[in-house]
């Protein structure tokens, strides 16, 4: 119903930037939610950021605040994340994933991923 695909990952130096995107095709409903996940090698997948598609609404962990901006052009159904200030804890694969509704999921729709590597 709705499919994913990430791109824009790749290796920067720590206090760098990156910009990742998300491209979404298929229905988009005004109540779905828009997220950012990361995983590292032998951690737990962790939230990112998020995004209401509508109404632009966002929600970021603590970790990326005021580093990472969520964003997204519903003309274009892509969802970006610019990441600024970026440390080596950043690197990870990183995954878009699109829920139903609410900030909490569940998160049925996962794309690929692309891996975020920031050297020290």
């Known amino acids: 119903q709705v499919h994913l695909v990430e791109s824009g990952g790749g290796l920067v130096q720590a206090g760098g930037s990156l910009r990742l995107s998300c491209a979404a095709s298929?229905?988009?409903?005004?109540?779905?939610?828009m997220a950012w996940f990361r995983q590292a090698p032998g951690k737990e997948r962790e939230f990112v950021a998020a995004?209401?598609?509508?109404?632009?609404?966002?929600r970021y962990a603590d970790s990326v605040l005021g580093r990472f901006t969520i964003s997204r052009d519903s003309a274009k159904g892509t969802v970006y994340l610019q990441m600024n200030s970026l440390k080596p804890d950043d690197t990870a694969v990183y995954h878009c994933a699109a829920a139903s509704s609410g900030w909490n999921g569940p998160y049925g729709y996962w794309g690929q991923g692309t891996q975020v590597t920031v050297s020290s």
């Open positions: 298929g229905r988009i409903f005004s109540t779905y939610t």
């Open positions: 995004i209401k598609w509508t109404s632009g609404l966002t």
